[in-house]
């Protein structure tokens, strides 16, 4: 579990992070989403203890991050995957940080393998792909078998096979009950692989929400119904509340309604239907209204 409350991190008058409350909760796959600025890194820096809020705090297991006793047995995290020692390869680089850790070096095989870097491990870390980089990256990460994984833009640099890989070690990880919190502007890849969401912007929470939750508040999620009584069903709707436009003779688009509900209205007046379905947003589209206003850098298209 990481907690955090009201976590404020300000650069002079500029509050990159700005007041965060939420808790990301273990046994589930939290994707960290906001575009370029919104604050992601410095919040996961915050969490590692890389940088020191201006105010507030953030734990993780109940326990600032310095004040871990071993912190890599309780939280592991990829940031930034060109941040080692070039001339040193990858298993050095894995054995050394086992040994400042307090962590059996037997244990380094154990993540060169579960990471499929086995072949490269003897490689200098500066001569390795962005991707070769990327998975001694979650290898350290791993090192310490830890509750609490975060992980940075983990897919950066990895071919489609790569990609596949990390979403399903980001599942199992979190099938097996530990807390797994990652940053991507993938949305495709983010709506297969996180049961929620924190959404930010501006430093500020934006959402915090289960994906299906995020994907059904969009208004291009909606009940679509045909039927030969569109004009009589269409007024139904709308008195019960619901949004509806006419999109043909015999369809309506519906927001603001549980399918649920549009079919027990249609049944209610004796309405028959020839089709009842529910045509949701992507979460690239749910994700843009969401961050609309608050992008901070670059042109949206
Ligand atoms: N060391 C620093 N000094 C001054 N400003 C900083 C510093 N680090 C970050 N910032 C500012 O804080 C804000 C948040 O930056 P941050 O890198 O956390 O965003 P991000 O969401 O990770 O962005 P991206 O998606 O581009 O990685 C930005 O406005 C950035 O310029």
Request: proline share 9%; net charge negative.
């Given at each position: 579990m990481i907690s955090l409350k009201a976590l404020t991190k300000k650069y002079g008058d500029h509050?990159?992070?700005?007041?965060l409350t939420l808790e990301i909760k273990p046994g589930a796959v939290t994707g960290f989403l906001g575009p370029n600025g919104a604050g992601k890194s410095t919040t996961m820096r915050l969490i590692l203890g890389l940088d020191r809020p201006t105010s507030g705090v953030a734990l993780v297991g109940g326990v600032p991050y310095h004040r871990l006793k071993e912190p890599l047995r309780t939280v592991g995290a990829l940031l930034?995957?060109?941040?080692?020692?070039?001339?040193?390869s990858g298993r050095a680089h894995l054995r050394a940080l086992a040994r400042s850790n307090g962590i059996?070096?037997?244990r380094v095989a154990q993540v060169l393998e579960m990471v499929g870097m086995e072949p490269a491990a003897g490689k200098r870390a500066g001569a390795l792909s962005l991707g070769m980089s990327q998975r001694l990256g979650i290898a350290a990460a791993l090192l310490g078998d830890p509750e609490v994984l975060m992980f940075d833009e983990?897919?950066?640099?990895?071919d489609p096979d790569g990609v596949r890989w990390v979403r399903q070690l980001m599942r199992s990880l979190a099938d097996e009950g530990r807390t797994v919190f990652v940053s991507s502007h993938l949305m495709s890849e983010m709506q297969l692989t996180a049961d929620h969401l924190v959404v930010i912007g501006k430093g500020r929470l934006i959402m915090d929400a289960p994906l299906p939750e995020v994907i059904a508040r969009s208004s291009l999620t909606a009940v679509v119904v045909r039927t030969p009584y569109a004009g009589e069903l269409a007024v139904r709707l709308a008195a019960a509340g619901g949004e509806v436009t006419r999109t043909g003779e015999s369809e309506l688009q519906v927001t603001g309604m549980a399918v649920e509900r549009v079919g027990d209205l249609a049944h209610e007046a004796g309405v028959r239907l020839h089709e009842l379905r529910t045509r949701e947003a992507s979460l690239e589209q749910a994700y843009r209204e969401l961050t609309e206003s608050s992008v901070e850098y670059g042109v949206r298209g």
């Open positions: 509050a990159a992070v700005d007041d930034d995957a060109r941040a080692m020692h070039p001339g040193r059996a070096v037997g983990p897919v950066n640099g990895l």
